[in-house]
């Protein structure tokens, strides 16, 4: 089993897009915190821990095949939003990206007939539904509930219910 410059290339990308989406979820979290949202807040330090989860699969998964895995820094987030909707609107943004990017690797994998790493991706997919699935709900609330004080309130209160721990 041996893994294509192309892939690995592509792989080592996932990490730095992963690792990213750690990091922005992590500012994302400390904003809530300093600005009054304890909900989004519990949530969003939980997401940049599940996004450094999904960084070290891929970590694993690549050194797993005999191809050391490329650490990358990455780039200072976005560390102040103008609202909660705003904030969570971007992360659904990167959430899409996120996506794109995983369909992108699955159809290298496809061409290249490269089943371990194609089976291994599944898990990717899988999970970006969820996480996509789990933003616009997020968001349909301000559509269903309103953008006042008391809606925000209520809307940050289930974002702190909405933390799941997935399994590994
Ligand atoms: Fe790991 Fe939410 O993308």
Same mark, same amino acid.
């Given at each position: 089993m041996r893994l294509s410059a192309k892939m690995k290339k592509g792989l080592n990308d996932q990490i730095v897009l992963e690792a990213s989406a750690s990091s922005s979820y992590l500012a994302m979290a400390s904003w809530c915190e300093i600005t009054g949202y304890?909900?989004? $807040?519990?949530?969003?330090?939980?997401? %940049?821990?599940?996004?450094?989860?999904? /960084? !070290? @699969?891929?970590?694993?998964?690549?050194?797993?095949?005999?191809?050391?895995?490329?650490?990358? $820094?990455?780039?200072?987030?976005?560390? %102040?939003?103008?609202?909660?909707?705003? /904030? !969570? @609107?971007a992360a659904l943004k990167s959430e899409q990206a996120v996506t794109?990017?995983?369909?992108?690797?699955?159809?290298?994998?496809?061409?290249?007939?490269?089943?371990?790493?194609a089976v291994f991706l599944e898990w990717f997919v899988n999970e970006q539904v969820q996480e996509e699935t789990k933003f616009e709900a997020i968001l349909q609330k301000f559509d269903l509930l309103g953008r006042d004080k008391l809606a925000i309130?209520?809307?940050?209160?289930?974002?702190?219910?909405s933390i799941q721990q997935e399994p590994a």
């Open positions: 304890q909900g989004g $807040a519990a949530y969003f330090y939980a997401q %940049s821990d599940e996004e450094r989860m999904h /960084m !070290l @699969k891929i970590v694993h998964y690549i050194n797993s095949m005999g191809v050391p895995a490329v650490i990358p $820094a990455v780039k200072a987030p976005s560390s %102040s939003y103008k609202s909660l909707e705003g /904030m !969570l @609107k794109r990017a995983i369909h992108a690797l699955v159809e290298i994998a496809q061409k290249e007939k490269d089943h371990s790493t309130n209520e809307i940050d209160k289930t974002l702190a219910g």
